[in-house]
């Protein structure tokens, strides 16, 4: 199984200078502007903002069902990813967020019967995992088999101290 490069970030901070998230900024930036332009066309009333949101990542990207997965150990996300390969998928892990980001450009070549030859074929998958408790970012793995994008991201550990009763 091929392994994927995850990148990863303690803070927000940290995340901001690495350029695969700039390139999901720039994914959120065209969702937030489709979502606007979707709200305008419905007269701008409010009430309907999270539809607008979900149908603007839908009109934009490959945003596939992920089966997720908790334990007490981590988190365990698999996502149908078929027609990419492991160059064309970044994995962003931050504290309480994953970020999934793939992109793939497909030349279709000449044919008699194509209309479409010499076109470029893009596609971008995006996928943005909110967790409940922080995770070890450095030992976020991911691996891609067979068009299954695998994630494992293991919790943070939290130390427990034992409580003492105060001596009278």
């Known amino acids: 199984m091929p392994k994927l490069r995850v990148h990863n970030a303690a803070d927000a901070s940290a995340a901001v200078s690495n350029p695969a998230f700039g390139r999901v900024e720039e994914a959120l930036e065209a969702i937030r502007q489709r979502a606007f ?26 945003i596939p069902h ?72 450095d030992r976020v793995t991911a691996r891609i088999d067979e068009g299954s994008l695998t994630i494992e991201a293991p919790k943070k550990l939290v130390r427990r101290f034992p409580v003492r009763a105060a001596a009278a």
């Not at 309907?48 to 490959?62: G, N, S, T, V």
């Not at 990813?81 to 980001?101: N, Q, T, W």
């Not at 030349?107 to 408790?133: K, N």
């Open 37 to 62: 332009e979707l709200f305008r066309q419905r007269g701008g009333g409010p009430g309907a903002e999270l539809d607008d949101w979900l149908q603007a990542e839908k009109d934009l990207f490959f």
């Open 66 to 137: 992920a089966e997720v997965s908790e334990s007490d150990e981590g988190f365990r996300m698999t996502i149908p990813a078929p027609g990419f390969d492991p160059v064309d998928i970044d994995v962003i892990a931050l504290p309480r967020e994953l970020l999934v980001e793939a992109k793939t450009e497909m030349r279709l070549e000449p044919t008699p019967d194509c209309m479409r030859a010499g076109a470029l074929e893009s596609r971008t998958l995006y996928r943005r995992f909110d967790l409940s408790v922080p995770i070890e970012t």
